[in-house]
């Protein structure tokens, strides 16, 4: 069975998703996980889903390296799940497919130039933020919950629980004791 994988980091990418899962589609995949979160996040259950379904016999399929990966070490800890299943593994961009010698070797080849494609891209972006603060222009992320302060406040006087006042004004938990729970004591 051809099993599918597509990700996107933003929800505002849905035409990447859609494409992602039309070309998994294409290739004859029988079933495909997808989900809109940051390859950075330690969580990717409709990852872990994925390599969980796979079967002996089964192949892994995704569109690009990226999809799959954040680093060297978690490609192969990936590649290792799906081989000690007997899962073979494909990525469509690069016609690679692990069931092979010659796949498994180019697999290790373009995950190292991947890896050091990703932290050359991440070393400039910090060289870029660095400047743009020198200059005055990168100020950070707004504290958006030190923003809400005073309604946290309010909102736990007129008798509101922590945690409905996190979801009343879409903050953390950690914020509304941070803000708001701090300044009764």
């Known amino acids: 069975m051809l099993i ?15 494409d992602q899962i039309e070309k ?25 889903k994925s390599l969980e379904f796979a079967r002996e ?10 999809r799959f990966a ?5 490609l192969w800890k990936s590649v290792e799940k799906l081989d000690a299943k ?6 469509l961009d690069m016609n690679l497919d692990t069931s092979t010698p010659t796949g498994k070797l180019l697999l290790t080849m373009l995950g190292a130039v991947y890896q050091f494609e990703r932290e050359i891209l991440l070393e400039r972006q910090l060289v870029g933020i660095a400047k743009a603060k020198r200059e005055g222009k990168f100020k950070g992320r707004v504290p958006t919950a030190k923003r809400k302060s005073e309604d946290i406040q ?18 953390g938990i950690a914020s509304v004791y941070r803000y708001g729970c701090s300044e009764k004591s």
């Open 24 to 48: 998994l589609t294409s290739k004859g995949c029988e079933k495909i996980f997808s989900e809109e979160i940051s390859s950075v996040s330690s969580n990717r259950p409709e990852f872990e």
């Open 70 to 74: 954040r680093s060297i070490s978690d």
């Open 57 to 66: 016999g089964d192949t892994l399929v995704v569109t690009t390296l990226s």
């Open 4 to 18: 599918g994988y597509a990700r996107t980091s933003t929800s505002n990418q849905k035409y990447s998703l859609e």
């Open 86 to 91: 007997g899962v073979a593994f494909q990525i």
């Open 154 to 171: 309010r909102l736990l006087k007129k008798g509101f629980k922590p945690q409905k006042v996190a979801a009343e004004l879409g903050i």
